[in-house]
């Protein structure tokens, strides 16, 4: 299996996986903010996670800005919004799926 192929299902897999647990929250609790927000900072170990989850979306979109002569818009636009609107676990393999599928054409020099 190619890298980019392999990336790619685990984009998916960033995408079905923690979608799954925030659907099942939301048939719990309903659309409630203010109890959604309590649970996010429900304990320092949380803060802790969310904190790394949001510094890694940083990265990945700097990242993404400072190379995006690489990528074409509408890759640009996936990258940003399965990273802002579902979470690293699905934009930084998307991302890794177009880098491994520019070197496996020959656009960029494997490295």
Known sequence: ???STLFLFIALAG?????KAF???L???????VLFWQHLTATPLSVFAWLDVFISAVAILVYLYITKA???YPQIISIVAATCLIGVSCGLPLLMSYQFRQQESGEIPAE
């Open 15 to 19: 995408t079905v996986i923690p979608l």
């Open 70 to 72: 690489r990528y074409s």
């Open 23 to 25: 659907v099942n929250w």
């Open 1 to 3: 299996m190619r890298a």
């Open 27 to 33: 048939m719990e609790y309903g659309v409630h903010p």
